[in-house]
């Protein structure tokens, strides 16, 4: 397995042979670096590191220094680990969207956006508590009960409320990419992906 690293530029959508209209996203994805090698001698595993993004030198620490020197490059702002069957290529080695091709088929890991502390209409999809007759009072978007009586006499763990909605780590499984535009760094996915405008999303292949 390899992939790249690249940034949500946003969506659009594209008319096709058969004159359908397809929403798709776009991402745009720099040459990465190899900036590690492990081997399954050493590691115990095959895999490449790949990183993008380059920072400031700034921006970056030492260790972080050391470890792209390694490389020939300056320090990146993320790094990625994918794991491969037999190493392909070297340390410093660019990769571009050009590993891909029109009609491929990828996963995309992103970061969901962050929804903020939501309640649990929103965020589990709650009906409210019954109708709005029947002596009921600004019950429309209550949680309603959430624990037994004497017995258990406690609140399960795992029961939905109200919480923290949104900002986690999201696996698109089986994206096609329409199309590759090497001379943009751009790939042209279809249908929606995870996260705002300008995430960072990892495109395996």
């Known amino acids: 397995m390899v992939g790249l690293i690249g940034k949500k530029i946003g969506m659009t959508s594209i008319i096709d042979a058969n004159g359908a209209k397809i929403g798709c996203t776009i991402v745009q994805a720099e040459p990465n670096v190899i900036s590690q090698i492990k081997t399954q001698d050493k590691e115990g595993y095959n895999a490449l590191q790949i990183s993008a993004i380059e920072v400031k030198e700034k921006h970056s620490n030492a260790a972080a220094k050391g470890h792209f020197k390694k490389a020939g490059s300056n320090a990146m702002k993320v790094s990625h680990e994918f794991k491969v069957e037999s190493i392909v290529g070297n340390l410093g080695d660019k990769v571009d969207v ?97 996260g705002h405008n300008g995430s960072i999303v990892v495109i395996e292949k």
């Open 98 to 194: 050009t590993i891909f091709a029109d009609g491929d088929f990828v996963d995309i890991i992103g970061t969901s956006k962050g929804k903020g502390f939501q309640g649990v209409v929103k965020r589990h999809n709650f009906n409210g508590v019954g109708p709005s007759t029947h002596g009921q009072h600004d019950r429309q978007r209550a949680p309603g009960s959430v624990g037994s009586s004497s017995y258990p006499s406690k609140v399960f763990k795992g029961l939905r409320m109200a919480g923290r909605m949104g900002g986690k780590r999201v696996k698109n499984i089986n994206s096609q990419i329409l199309r590759v535009i090497p001379e943009q760094n751009l790939l042209v996915i279809k249908g929606s992906i995870t």
